[in-house]
């Protein structure tokens, strides 16, 4: 068996008019991701951690920011999208861990609905996935409320030789 490990990270202005989608699902609040997709920053984060992990570049690379097939598209297809990738190359996911940076709103409420729709998105155990969330006290820009960062960590193992 065959490990890798991948780590992704990402982030996005928060602004008012927007949506705010994170881990899959809408959270309500006065302002979302600004972004050519939705702008959800932990699918992003995990997208390039896989896409590291397996040595197929970056989320940039596979789904460009100025091609308007990935204009406000829903982050759950790049990630379908990028488990293809992944899977083709005969890589399995062995689990993945997230932080995401964000003052407000307070995330605890949502972090077991987003790992039910990762979980699914991505056809793996819940178990697999742990995303924490933390403020940065007040300090920079996630503190000042201008905007949100997302890290992940992945260890993927080769299955099958592809």
Not at 6 to 20: A, P, S, T, Y
Not at 35 to 40: E, L
Not at 146 to 155: D, T
């Amino acid at each position: 068996m065959s490990f890798r490990i991948g780590f992704g990270f990402d982030v996005h202005q928060l602004v008012e008019g927007r949506d705010f989608w994170l881990g899959g699902i809408k959270i309500p609040y006065q302002k979302g991701g600004l972004g050519h997709s939705d702008a959800d920053v932990l699918i992003h984060a995990i997208c390039d951690a896989l896409l590291g992990g397996a040595n197929l570049g970056d989320i940039g690379t596979n789904f460009p920011d100025n091609s308007d097939k990935f204009k406000d598209i829903d982050s759950k297809i790049l990630l379908q999208s990028v488990m293809v990738l992944i899977r083709d190359k005969g890589y399995e996911i062995s689990n993945i861990d997230t932080t995401i940076c964000l003052q407000r709103p307070k995330l605890a409420e949502y972090i077991n609905d987003m790992k039910i729709v990762l979980s699914k998105c991505m056809n793996i155990d819940i178990d697999y996935i742990s995303i924490k969330a933390t403020t940065t006290e007040k300090l920079g820009f996630v503190g000042r409320e201008e905007g949100i960062s997302a890290y992940a960590n992945i260890l993927i193992n080769k299955v099958r030789i592809s």
